[in-house]
T-cell receptor, first 115, second 111 residues
């Protein structure tokens, strides 16, 4: 079985600070990992993905994420944070060939950037 | 512009009634999905489909049926709506890379 954990339900930061949203996963093989963002009242938008290769992947809106196999993490980062980054962020895993094309989502982290 | 659309955008249903949520995509994607979003649960997969006329059960299929009559259309059917099915429902399509295009969501309230 595959699972995704986002341990921080809420994160509050000041504008200009560096943000890092945590994500850990459980999967027996090589995972495909994703970050999505949901702005208030809107649907989910794709931010970035890791399939293979470079462990730091860059996405839209100035975000990047680092894949660390050693501790099964895929944390999302951005510096500096802007008030417009306030949204809910979801980490997701696609489990390779088994359960291929089925995204398993974490519960999300609500990010608030204070001006 | 390629997109995923859902109808209705919101609905109030009575307990025991039948509800059909519709999804249409113009992305030419083979894969389509139905997720529900509840506070504290993130998104959970209900049903999905790889090809027209075929559907697969996701992680929480009980109480739901799905129909994929064509590549573009994917419906979610609640034969006997229950209070616990109050949620926001998202349809998504994908080319199989894991990068999904999500619809705007349908807010369902079952009374």
């Amino acid at each position: 079985a595959q699972s995704v954990d986002q341990p921080d339900a809420h994160v509050t930061l000041s504008e200009g600070a560096s943000l890092e949203l945590r994500c850990s996963y459980s999967y027996s093989a090589a995972p495909y990992l994703f970050w999505y963002v949901q702005y208030p009242g809107q649907s989910l938008q794709f931010l970035l993905k890791y399939i293979t290769g470079d462990t730091v992947v860059k996405g839209t809106k100035g975000f990047e994420a680092e894949f660390r196999k050693s501790n099964s993490s895929f944390n999302l980062k951005k510096s500096p944070a802007h008030w417009s980054d306030s949204a809910k962020y979801f980490c997701a895993l696609e489990g390779g060939t088994e359960g291929a094309d089925r995204l398993t989502f974490g519960k999300g982290t609500q990010l608030i950037i204070q001006p | 512009e390629a997109a995923v659309t859902q109808s209705p955008r919101s609905k109030v249903a009575v307990t025991g009634g039948k509800v059909t949520l519709s999804c249409h995509q113009t992305n030419n994607h083979d894969y389509m999905y139905w997720y529900r979003q509840d506070t504290g649960h993130g998104l959970r997969l209900i049903h999905y489909s790889y090809v027209a006329d075929s559907t697969e059960k996701g992680d929480i299929p009980d109480g739901y049926k799905a129909s994929r009559p064509s590549q573009e259309n994917f419906s979610l059917i609640l034969e006997l709506a229950s209070l616990s099915q109050t949620a926001v429902y998202f349809c998504a399509s994908s080319a199989g890379t894991g990068k999904c295009c999500f619809g705007p969501g349908t807010r369902l309230l079952v009374l």
